[in-house]
């Protein structure tokens, strides 16, 4: 994908995800070997102003229009994020397992509540349907994952 066509998919997107209006959304295309995530957020809550860095030096993921996509669906979500966050910190103590529980579930949740609505969105409106699977290189195979498990009798 070219800086043009990138810069392209972006305000595509944006359009799709009725961005354009609610927020001021700047991408920024980040060349920099320290720079190891694919995608990510800078956020100005009381500015509703975010950068979109992405990775184009070495992308984890081979689908950019993927990255974007679920990157600004982090954006859309935001206020969500905010509010379950703000409601973690004030039951729980940070540093408490109670607090590290339920951080970690949220994250998670919201990881993969992203990665879905992408797939989704993908399916319907993207240009590149194509799922990266760029993340699954570094992951344990299948049967590194139950080595030395005692099988169940």
């Not at 320290?34 to 009381?46: E, I, N, S, Y």
């Not at 994020?81 to 919201?110: C, K, R, W």
Request: proline share 4%; charged share 30%; with cysteine.
């Amino acid at each position: 994908m070219d800086i043009q066509h990138i810069q392209e998919t972006f305000e595509k997107w944006r359009g799709i995800l009725r961005l354009s209006d609610s927020w001021d959304v700047r991408l920024e295309l980040v060349d920099d070997p320290a720079f190891h995530k694919t995608g990510d957020f800078r956020v100005d809550c009381d500015d509703k102003k975010a950068v979109l860095l992405l990775n184009t030096r070495n992308p984890n993921q081979e689908n950019l229009e993927e990255v974007i996509v679920h990157e600004l669906l982090h954006l859309k979500l935001y206020p969500l994020d905010q509010v379950t966050e703000s409601l973690i910190t004030a039951n729980f103590p940070e540093g408490t397992p109670g607090y590290d529980f339920a951080y970690t579930q949220f994250m998670h949740t919201l990881e993969v509540t992203v990665e879905e609505l992408t797939k989704c969105f993908l399916a319907q409106f993207g240009e590149n349907r194509e799922l990266s699977f760029g993340r699954c290189k570094g992951m344990k195979s299948y049967d590194e994952l139950f080595a030395g498990l005692n099988p169940i009798k």
